[in-house]
């Protein structure tokens, strides 16, 4: 099963960036992340083994987190402007966040990284740009568009299964922490 963790987003932080993604449509190739699905990933753990999950559960639960408050606050592309994959949010400020990414690879030290943690939200995916004059278009909306900041409390972060589907990925959460309602597998 494919797994991730993640921090959920207050419904006003998605809808603010439900605004951002707003001059993006009609534009070919751009895929926006649907509004239920946005999220902080913590960590992409990729597939894992069903067995693994109650250990995985297990080890999660013992992380303590120190609530703390995040904001978005600018935009950005991955890779790079040239070759344009994914638009995010950056979130700030990064080092509480990086603390508890740091705490989730302490407990799960079998689980590496493809990729050097950053802070932020994925909003959309780019399969493909059609056009200079669409790229010209995304760039300029991600450096001109004024990102309101939005403040939220982290306190918890889930561990999530993600079927993809025609339709888009699907999420379930198999875990919160800390606390509440383990989903036993």
Do not use: C
């Not at 649907?34 to 913590?42: G, Q």
């Not at 705490?103 to 802070?119: A, H, Q, S």
């Not at 972060?157 to 025609?166: G, P, V």
């Amino acid at each position: 099963m494919r797994l991730f963790i993640a921090v959920d987003l207050p419904k006003e932080v998605k809808q603010s960036i439900e605004e951002i993604k707003e001059p993006l449509k009609g534009i070919k190739g751009v895929k926006p992340v649907r509004k239920e699905n946005l999220h902080l990933t913590l960590k992409f753990l990729g597939e894992v083994e069903e067995n693994k999950v109650n250990t995985m559960v297990r080890a999660l639960a013992q992380i303590k987190v120190n609530p703390f408050k995040l904001s978005i606050n600018k935009l950005g592309v991955f890779p790079n402007e040239k070759r344009i994959r994914v638009l995010w949010i950056d979130v700030e400020p990064a080092e509480p966040l990086i603390g508890l990414k740091k705490e989730i690879d302490r407990v799960l030290p079998d689980f590496r990284d493809d990729y050097p943690f950053k802070n932020h939200l994925t909003f959309a995916r780019i399969k493909y740009i059609s056009s200079e004059e669409d790229k010209k278009k995304i760039i300029e909306i991600i450096t001109n568009k004024q990102v309101e900041k939005k403040e939220f409390l982290v306190d918890k972060f889930k561990l999530y299964k993600s079927t993809l589907t025609q339709e888009g990925p699907v999420y379930e959460v198999l875990g919160r922490f800390p606390n509440s309602e383990k989903k036993n597998l």
